[in-house]
């Protein structure tokens, strides 16, 4: 093999493991990114967490669950919520109907890595704090979900009474 036929042999191989170790990265970064991606499961879960935190009975608990810069449209409030304060208060008095959330129809899309969208209906069971009589309210609602410094946060919260019962 000549000196000329060995340099082209290096450079073609040099190549070819460059082109290869690009593909395999790129492939790989594509992979992980997919692998990023949550499960429409797992933003679920993320309505299964707030129902929990109303359980609570504690309003900061339940705020914990909303982005600093969120906005609350609420289900048994005209006036919308678009800090922590609002959002403590508003939920200071909704807890005092011990609700009890429970998903009746949901429809979730990911957007990305980071953000998805959770829409549908709910019932809350609530209860008189002064009779302790039960009702039930049924409501459309959609959750705006990012994640934010590694946690995921509502942005947006829009809950209302169904206008047909």
Known sequence: MTRTTRVRAALV???ALVTAATVT???SAAG?????KPTEKQIAALFDGWNAALRTGDAEAVADRYAKD?????TVSNKVRTDRAG????FAHFLRNKPVGKKTETH???????SAI????YEFTLTDHDTGEKRVVEARYTYEYE????AWKIVNHHSSAMPEG
């Open 25 to 27: 990265a790129g492939v």
């Open 70 to 74: 969120a906005v609350l449209l609420p």
């Open 87 to 90: 959002i403590v208060d508003y």
């Open 118 to 121: 959770d829409t549908g209906v």
């Open 108 to 114: 979730i899309n990911v957007l990305d890595a980071d």
């Open 13 to 15: 191989t040099a190549t």
């Open 147 to 150: 994640k934010r410094g590694g």
């Open 32 to 36: 992980s990114e997919k692998a990023r």
